[in-house]
């Protein structure tokens, strides 16, 4: 009976020292290679352990720009890696043999919006500050902010939301060609809230919150796509009352609204 | 029937109070607004005399440096009556109008302190001070009531857009103003954008019909064109004509822009499920490369990435073949699907009018002394950009990083030739 024991016990701590390793590497890097403009769990892994090491003194947010490049260029210099700033299956295993990373912490400050850092060797502790900073920042070019991104997605539900998916990117676009404009307020915030502009500012329904194909759509229009083929308004013949925005040439009707210069 | 006496008075009670009290509350609210819109009017009135006098006193000197304060008032004059305007309920046209105009003003004092020719400074500032004059005129009288409080908003909003003949007077103030803009300023540089696109009617290119449009999304995107919904041509204010095609395919919904000369893609885009990402980021890039290779892109090369929750989106700009330098305002922009490669969109609009590009001299530079001893560079290439003259200029385009432990990166743009700065932007 003893000896029946003693095997179960045996088999019981081999189970559990396999099934640790298998956790432990499921926390690990997921398959893929990152390269700059990736984002994601796995580039919050990647910055977080780089910074264990004194590589990387960014913010961790999940978004391979810049300063993770040149990090993790200079971890690959270090470590007699090819340099190419790309974290590839050997630039992986290597960083995760020298380094730590603590998954719950790095993830729940960043559910918190706390400002922190995860230098190896100080306190965790000693590392965080209370914050408020939004979760899931957009991959955008430089000269968007989050914050722009998030108002352009509420004025596209707002004002488009029962439109065909190529009318939400054009109803943004045309917000952005305003912003391009001389005849507009030159930011994103001073073209939507222009007074009598935007029907969505003006009924409250800009508040309401944006779905994902609302956000999608203005990741289109950040990203270059103009559907209104350069548009500086548009307007639903239905509902329309201002006898001027008939005057203005127009280029094309999506769903429900004619696209005009 | 007591009990439902008492029921009804106190509800008709109930119900008087609520309403004097909402009726309050939308008067405070009326009187806010109303305050906040007298505020920006007096603002812009009073700003706007500011700004006739800066004109005025620019015109006093010779020299750039003696009048470069008032440039810069002018600059920062027109800036702020622009965000007063803006704030008030106006008429669109109206104010985009004013808009349009001190935009124009405030820019081209800026740039002529810079660099610019002085004998047309003063022949295009002269004709502004004086639009100015009777700009400034006509505000006043347009803005007595308001500020005296004697005219409600709605009233005054009634008024500029009016059709009698006393509010026709003030229409008019809008029309003129754009006239003036449009007879007395340059281009600005987004509306040398605008005019690229624009300039798309002047392509040489043969017509190709409706029929010939579909067919050639089919060759280059067999796997959605097959249910086209509809085509149509654009509309007669289109700047250039093209054909918008509609298509659905399975769960697949889109359009594509395709030029009536030419046949050229302006813009593709697709909306469908996603499903798990399965494709890498290298196998993408290879299948936007495969892409650009079959539509016969083949001078451009790849600039950058951004990675979304459903897509890659990938950036292509051409190459110069004669001296390998990127033209910043030709580029090609792939949304490239994380789940199966499929190409999810395209964006061709400011590839198809290539710019003309012009030789120019590389003048050797040091960049040791050009950059402060803290700033590193990264990587030089050499690009085709705008400058505020809005020429395209050959220049060096450089990734510097400018604080060794946070790895401040930002992007210079430098003239090869004059080693001006034309852009620095922080990455």
């Not at chain 2, 250039?240 to 593709?268: A, C, E, M, V, W």
């Not at chain 2, 080693?419 to 922080?426: A, C, F, M, S």
Request: proline share 3%; aromatic share 10%.
């Amino acid at each position: 009976m003893k000896r029946v024991v003693t095997r179960f016990l045996y088999i019981l701590v081999a189970s559990l020292m396999v099934l640790s390793f298998f956790v432990s590497h499921s926390e690990a890097f997921s398959g893929r290679d990152l390269a700059k403009g990736a984002k994601g769990d796995d580039v919050i892994e990647l910055q977080a352990r780089l910074q264990y090491i004194g590589f990387y003194h960014g913010e961790i947010d999940g978004n391979f720009g810049f300063g993770t490049y040149w990090a993790l260029r200079n971890f690959q210099e270090k470590y007699g890696l090819p340099i190419d700033g790309i974290a590839g299956k050997g630039v992986k295993k290597k960083l995760t043999g020298v380094s730590d990373y603590d998954e719950k912490y790095v993830k729940g400050q960043i559910a918190k919006g706390n400002k922190f850092t995860y230098y190896g060797g100080q306190s965790l502790e000693s590392q965080v500050q209370q914050g408020s900073k939004p979760q899931n920042q957009t991959q955008a070019p430089p000269k968007y902010t989050n914050q722009d991104i998030t108002l352009l997605a509420n004025a596209v539900y707002g004002e488009s939301r029962g439109e065909p998916y190529e009318g939400q990117v054009a109803v943004a676009a045309v917000i952005l060609n305003r912003v391009e404009h001389p005849d507009f307020p030159d930011t994103i915030g001073g073209v939507i809230f222009q007074p009598g502009a935007f029907t969505a500012v003006s009924d409250g329904q800009i508040w309401l919150t944006p779905n994902e194909r609302a956000k999608e759509a203005v990741i289109d229009a950040i990203n270059g796509w103009d559907p209104s083929e350069n548009a500086i308004y548009y307007f639903n013949p239905i509902t329309a009352t201002s006898k001027w925005i008939w005057s203005r040439p127009q280029i094309k009707k999506i769903g429900l609204h004619i696209f005009c210069h | 029937m007591k009990r439902m006496i008492f029921i009804l008075t106190y509800a008709f009670i109930v119900l008087g109070i609520y309403s004097f009290g909402k009726t309050q509350e939308n008067e405070q609210l009326s009187i806010a607004l109303q305050t906040q819109y007298s505020k920006s009017i007096s603002d812009s009135s009073q700003k706007l005399g500011e700004l006739e006098e800066a004109v005025k006193k620019s015109l006093l000197f010779e020299d750039k440096k003696s009048s470069a304060k008032e440039r810069e008032d002018i600059w920062r004059l027109s800036s702020d009556i622009k965000a007063s305007i803006a704030s008030l309920p106006v008429d669109e046209s109206f104010s985009t109008a004013w808009m349009n105009y001190l935009g124009r003003l405030g820019n081209y004092a800026k740039e002529s302190t810079e660099q610019g020719n002085s004998d047309e400074y003063y022949a295009v500032i002269q004709k502004a001070s004086d639009n100015l004059s009777e700009l400034s005129n006509e505000w006043q009288v347009a803005t007595s009531g308001m500020l005296s409080g004697k005219m409600s908003i709605k009233n005054w909003e009634n008024r500029l857009s009016g059709t009698t003949e006393e509010e026709t007077k003030w229409s008019k103030m809008g029309q003129s103003i754009k006239q003036y803009g449009e007879a007395v300023f340059p281009l600005t540089a987004s509306e040398t954008d605008a005019q690229k696109k624009k300039e798309l009617r002047n392509i040489k290119d043969a017509k190709i019909s409706e029929d010939e449009a579909i067919q050639r999304f089919k060759n280059l995107l067999p796997e959605v064109s097959n249910d086209v919904i509809a085509a149509e041509k654009s509309r007669k204010g289109s700047p250039y004509p093209f054909y918008h095609i509609r298509f659905s395919q399975n769960s697949s919904i889109g359009y594509i822009d395709i030029t009536q000369k030419g046949g050229h893609i302006l813009s593709y885009l697709v909306e469908r499920r996603m499903g798990k990402p399965t494709k890498s980021y290298e196998e993408l890039l290879q299948m936007a490369n495969q892409f650009l290779e079959k539509a016969e892109y083949k001078d451009v090369v790849f600039e950058e990435a951004r990675e979304n929750d459903v897509a890659w989106h990938f950036v292509f700009i051409r190459e110069n073949p004669d001296n390998g330098a990127k033209v910043f305002s030709d580029p090609i922009h792939i949304k490239m699907a994380k789940d199966n490669g499929e190409v999810l969109g395209v964006n061709t609009s400011e590839y198809i009018r290539k710019e003309q590009l012009k030789p120019q001299p590389i003048r050797p530079v040091n960049w040791k002394e050009f950059f402060r001893p803290d700033v590193k560079i990264m990587k030089e290439e050499l690009a085709y950009v705008e400058n505020n003259q809005l020429e395209q200029r050959l220049a060096h385009y450089l990734t510097v990083v400018s604080n060794e432990k946070k790895q401040e990166t930002y992007k210079i743009v430098i003239d090869t030739d004059t080693l001006e700065v034309i852009k620095t932007e922080k990455q």
